[in-house]
């Protein structure tokens, strides 16, 4: 089934809506790209206007900064998801989530689904 970003054949009060026209190419929608700790895999789409869009679909790396400089480090685990209870228990790395490098806990601040790239910066403890 095909994922439709248009608004729903319902209305607010529950009442069938009438629709005029039927679904438009640039209405589609995609489903989200789960990131995972893995060997680094790169994932490219075609967008619309003929862009490309890259999603990371697994990493084992992240570019964590500590304020003055910057460092690729080695994702040891995923801790913990605030997203979503489910991302959580899946080890799903999204923005927001918190990792364990051996520099110590990080919080992501990337969309790695969106920007091909994980970010993070050092939380302090």
């Keep these: 089934m095909v994922k439709w970003q248009r608004y729903s ?3 607010s009060t529950g009442g069938k809506r009438h629709l005029a026209r039927g679904k438009r190419k640039r209405e ?3 489903y989200p790209v789960e990131t995972q700790l893995g060997d680094h895999s790169i ?5 619309r206007g003929g862009n490309r869009k890259l999603q990371v679909s697994r990493s084992e790396m992240i570019n964590v900064s500590d304020g003055d400089r910057t460092q690729s480090v080695k994702i040891l685990e ?6 979503n209870k489910d991302m959580d228990r899946r080890k799903i790395i999204t923005k927001g989530t918190i990792l364990d490098t051996k520099l110590g806990k990080v919080r992501v601040t990337s969309r790695p689904g969106q920007c091909a790239v994980v970010n993070g910066v050092l939380i302090e403890e």
């Design 78 to 83: 995923v801790i913990e998801n605030p997203s």
């Design 28 to 30: 589609l929608g995609r």
């Design 9 to 11: 054949k319902r209305k």
């Design 43 to 47: 994932k490219e789409k075609r967008v």
